[in-house]
C-alpha cells in the first residue's frame, strides 16, 4: 500500500467509518481523553507497508508493551488475564503510566473459549471483549492471541511436576494420550521435545487428528466475528490483528520430515486457514502475525532447528513475522557466565530484521524477558536492557554513533509478562488442593511480570522504570533511518551506560551530562500528521530539551499544528505523555536528541549541540 493511499485510507475511516462481513458495530462513542486531530481511527489502524508497520496515516509505527498476560493460562479467573472489568482498566492505566506501554499482547484461551466441542461460550467471549475495551479505552492497541504451552492442561496429571494450557478437555479425551512425564526435567520447556503425551498432542493438532484443527479454526472464526460484532468501529480499529498460535513446534517429525519441511507442509498452510477464517470475520484489513517453528531462533546450538518460514514466499501486507527471544543460555545458569553486555542480542535480533526483510514484511519480537526470582535472576537487568536494545537498534552502543546508518528498522516488541496478581495467586495446580500456587507467576515455577500490586492494591513496577518505561517512536512521519535510546537502567546500583555520547560532540556530551537521551533520526514524508515519539514519567516537561533540526527547546511547548516540537498528553487519559514533530517536506532528514541531562541549559549550548548534531547527520545520512 502506498502512503498516499494509505493516508487516503485514514481520511475515510475518519470520515465514513466502515462495515465488515461481520454485521455493523455499535456506534462509536466520541474520541479517546487527550485525542488530538489526527488520533482517531485512523492512527489506529494498522497494516504493513515497505516492509513497517504502519498506521492509517502511513505513519511507520513501533509497538511496545508486554503480554497480558500468564493469568490467562490458570484457572483461578476463568481463563481471563484479570478477575474484573474493574482490574482490567487499573492494569491498563499503570501499564501505559508507568511501563510505557503503546500495545498489549492479549492472551486468550481456546479451552474456556470451546469447553464443550463444537458450543463457543459467548459468556467467555463476552467477558473477554469488556476486558479488551479497557485497554482499547486507554489509547492501547490489543493483539489478541490464542495461547497454548505444553498443549493443553489436561495432560499433566494432579501429582505433576509441570502444566499446560491451551486446548479444551474434550481434545485431550479424543486423543486418548499416554500418562505424561517428562522425565529428569529442570525447565518446564522441556517437555515440549521430551513429554511424549504432550509431543503426542501436538503431533495430532498439526495432522488434524480427530478434527482437532478443523475445531480450533472454527472457534476462532467465532471469537474472530464476535469482537467485529461488539466493537465499536473506533475500538476495532485499535485491534492490530491476530497471532493464530503461540509457539508452534510438530510434536515429533514424520519420516524424511525436516523442522523446515514440517513449516512448509503443515504450518503454513494453518496459517492460510486462519487468515481465510479472519477475512470472513471482517479482519482482511488486518495482518495475521504468524510465528515460525519455535526453535527456528534459538541460542543454543543443539536445540536450534531450521525454519522461519523460509519456504512460505513473500509474506506481504498481510502477515507479520511474529518471533519469541528468550536467551536460553542465561536462563540455564550454566551456559551463559556472568551478565549480559553491551550489544549482546544484536546479533540475534538482527536475523529476526533480516529474516523479516526477506520475506518482504514487519517484525515483531511478541514475547522476551528474563526470570526475576530465582538463581539466574541477577542477570535479569542487564540481559532486558541488552534485548530492549536490539529492538532499538542492530547495533551496539559502542559502535552506534559512527555506523548510525546500518541502526536498522526499530523492532516493535512486547515483554513477558504483565501480571497484576504476580505474587498473590491462588491457583490449585492442576486440579489439586493440595498444591496452591501463589508466588510468582503461579506457573511451572516461573516469575516474569514486570508489575505487582502493593499492600494498597496500587501496581507498583517490579523492574527499574528507567528500563521499561522508555522513549521511542511509535509513530513516524516518514522513514525512520536510526534511533537509540539510553536508558541508564540500573544493575543493583551500577548504572548501566552503554552508549556514551562521543568526545567527538563535546556540547551535545555536556547537554546530556549522566542523564538519559534518545535520538531518532528520519526522513519525512511530507504529511502533515507529527511524528510522535512516547516520552518517559522520567522526562517531566519542564526538564525535557530537544535538540533538532526543527528547533531547539527546553521545556517544549503545548502541541499545535503549527509548533514543530511540542508535548501533548498520549490519547487515553492515563497521564502518559508524548514528543510530537512536525517536519514539512517530504524526503528531508531530520533529527531529534531528546534528553533529561543538563538543567537550564544556556542557549549557547543549546545552539553548539545543534550544530554538532547537525554536521554528524549530515556526515552519516548525506
Known sequence: MTKLRARLLGVLVLLTGFLTAAGTRPAAADGLPDSLWFDQPAAAALTVANGRLTDGLGREVVLRGYNVSGETKLEENGGLP?????DAAKSATALRALGGGNSVRFLLSWAHAEPV???VDTAYLAAVTDQMR?????GIRVLPDFHQDLSSRYLFNTGSWYSGDGAPKWAVTAGGYPQESCGICLFWGQNITQNNAVKA????????SYGLQDAFLATAGTTMTYLAQHLTTAEFAGLAGFDPYNEPYAGSYDTGQTSRTWERDLLWPFYGKFRARMDAAGWQDKPAFVEPNLFWNAN????KQEGGLLDAGTLGPRYVLNTHFYDQKA???VLMWGKAGDGQYTGDFGAVRDRAAAAGTAAVVSEFGHPLSGTVSDKAPTVDKA???????RLSGAAWWSSAASSGPVLSGTQWQWDLYSGRHHELMNDNPDKVLTTGDAWNDEDMSAVRLDDSGTPVLRQDARLLD????????GSTLAFTYEDRSRDGSTTLTWNPVPSTLPQVSQLVGTGQYGLLVWRSDGGTAPTDLHLPASFPTAATTVVSDLGATVSPPAYTPATPVAVAPEPGGTGSRRLLLTASGPGTVHFALVTNGASAPSAALLSGARTELAAWAAARFG
Open 387 to 393: 534485548m530492549y536494545q536490539a529492538l532499538d537498534s
Open 300 to 303: 543454543i546450538s543443539s536445540q
Open 201 to 208: 498432542a501436538q503431533y495430532d493438532f498439526w495432522h488434524n
Open 331 to 333: 536462563i540455564s545458569g
Open 134 to 138: 479497557a485497554f482499547l479505552d486507554a
Open 82 to 86: 484479570f478477575a474484573t472489568v474493574a
Open 470 to 477: 522508555r522513549l521511542y517512536p511509535s509513530a513516524t512521519a
Open 117 to 119: 466441542r463444537g458450543q
